[in-house]
């Protein structure tokens, strides 16, 4: 959210296409980016909807000092950059972790990721209203997440995932909530529940 508006139509081709100028990523790549609320963020701008409705959006609290002191107490053990840094801070970066992890969710989700398909498609033919709701462009929630059918893609991708990993019901809600929105995920999950 500090590029500037005019930056924030081409950003929409590297999201949607993986095309960046003309480079094509792999498809294997993943995205993530992270930004402070435009109140507190240097030059901020409120994201088109267009944009907006392309991410999840999730806030993060503050750690607390104790928690922010444990975390240095470990990092500052080692020198910065070194093999012990990341070891020290509890970052294990052996690739093949990764893989296995990947091959397991290869194996799973192709049923799993039907089944969350199946229970979206059925709540959003009970609840319609629920799969697309826009906001206004003078609302502030036009720059934050709100339903789609393409973020009730992202949304049952990420409930088929927190079920491959383990997640409680309560952070696979969550993980909706940051693409559809806190409201429509709390009547999905009461719907789910009922």
């Given amino acids: 959210?500090?590029?500037?508006?005019?930056l924030q139509a081409p950003m929409l081709r590297i999201l949607r296409d993986k095309v960046v100028g003309e480079l094509q990523l792999p498809g294997g790549v993943?995205?993530?980016?992270?930004?402070n609320p435009v109140d507190q963020a240097a030059n901020g701008w409120e994201e088109?909807?267009?944009?907006?409705n392309r991410s999840g959006h999730?806030?993060?609290?503050?750690?607390?000092?104790?928690?922010?002191?444990?975390?240095?107490?470990k990092s500052m053990t080692a020198v910065p950059g070194s093999k012990n840094a990341d070891k020290s801070a509890g970052v294990d970066l052996d690739p093949s972790i990764a893989e296995a992890i990947e091959v397991e969710v290869c194996a799973q989700w192709?049923?799993?990721?039907?089944?969350?398909?199946?229970i979206v498609e059925s709540y959003l033919k009970t609840r319609p209203e629920m799969a697309h709701k826009m906001p206004d462009t003078s609302d502030p929630q036009a720059s934050r997440q709100?339903?789609?059918f393409r973020t009730w893609?992202?949304?049952t991708r990420a409930l088929a995932g927190g079920e491959i990993h383990g997640l409680t019901r309560g952070q696979q809600i969550t993980l909706v909530a940051s693409f559809v929105g806190e409201d429509v995920?709390?009547?999905f999950a009461h719907w789910l529940q009922n």
């Fill in 30 to 35: 993943r995205m993530m980016s992270a930004c």
């Fill in 153 to 155: 893609d992202y949304a």
């Fill in 48 to 52: 088109a909807p267009a944009l907006a």
């Fill in 185 to 187: 995920a709390f009547d």
């Fill in 110 to 118: 192709a049923d799993v990721s039907g089944k969350w398909l199946a």
């Fill in 58 to 73: 999730m806030d993060w609290d503050s750690p607390s000092v104790g928690d922010w002191a444990a975390f240095m107490s």
């Fill in 146 to 148: 709100w339903p789609s």
């Fill in 1 to 6: 959210n500090t590029a500037d508006p005019a």
